[in-house]
């Protein structure tokens, strides 16, 4: 946990195999709690989310700007609707 950072206490439902997981990685000592493997794990996850945002608007840049109301269409439906394979 970071002294001085307001936290707040939440509920978060996790896969017992998950759960399992963190807790032998708390008894071995490679985090030092559950609640800061997760406090961990969402840092990471919320930079990396950061991390794509930024190389997507930069690629979006380079490439003529923000998707059209039609590209955006397209890529929702073949997100939505992958090819059979």
């Known amino acids: 946990m970071v002294f001085g950072m307001a936290t707040k206490k939440v509920t978060v439902t996790l896969p017992v195999e998950?759960?399992?997981?963190i807790?032998?990685?708390v008894d071995a000592g490679h985090a030092t709690s559950v609640s800061g493997?997760?406090?961990h794990a969402v840092g990471v996850a919320l930079d990396d989310v950061s991390g794509w945002a930024a190389m997507l608007a930069g690629a979006l840049d380079e490439t003529g700007g923000p998707l059209t109301d039609k590209e955006r269409d397209w890529a929702d439906s073949a997100l939505q609707d992958p090819p059979a394979a």
């Open 18 to 21: 998950q759960l399992d997981e």
């Open 23 to 25: 807790r032998s990685l």
């Open 37 to 39: 493997f997760v406090q």
